[in-house]
């Protein structure tokens, strides 16, 4: 899968009293990243949930902060399924602000697939092809 890219715009309230993004933030970006990917792919991640009763939990998230992002910067959140695997999924992110190339952050998050009585079970098929294609 080729990176998808998702621009938003740096807003006040993700910042701290120097204009700097704080931290949590990044891992709010990967989680829209990760939404656009799907929405990519032909589905929502909500109709995946309440269809099959599938969801992606957050079994390890990881993020390296390279360069601070600033209020009202736009920024570009590149996301890709890096590995589908029938009872997991790795997305890696990268964000980006165009205007000076700046990587401000890599990333990566291991998601298990859990039905809603929180065991774990596999990918249905249907969401697996699509995220493969």
Not at 40 to 56: N, P, V
Not at 90 to 106: G, N, S
Request: hydrophobic share 35%.
């Amino acid at each position: 899968m080729d990176w998808l890219e998702t621009k938003i715009r740096v807003r006040y309230a993700e910042t701290d009293q120097m204009g700097i993004v704080h931290h949590s933030n990044y891992y709010v970006w990967f989680e829209l990243g990760r939404s656009e990917v799907c929405r990519a792919k032909g589905f929502s991640y909500r109709e995946m949930e309440e269809t099959e009763g599938a969801l992606m939990v957050v079994a390890e998230s990881y993020c390296r902060y390279k360069s601070p992002a600033f209020y009202d910067d736009l920024i570009i959140i590149k996301t890709k399924a890096e590995r589908i695997r029938s009872r997991s999924i790795i997305f890696i992110y990268q964000i980006y602000r165009p205007t000076d190339k700046t990587i401000l952050a890599e990333g990566k998050t291991v998601h298990i697939v859990t039905n809603k009585d929180k065991e774990i079970c596999s990918l249905p098929s249907k969401y697996r092809k699509m995220l493969i294609s």
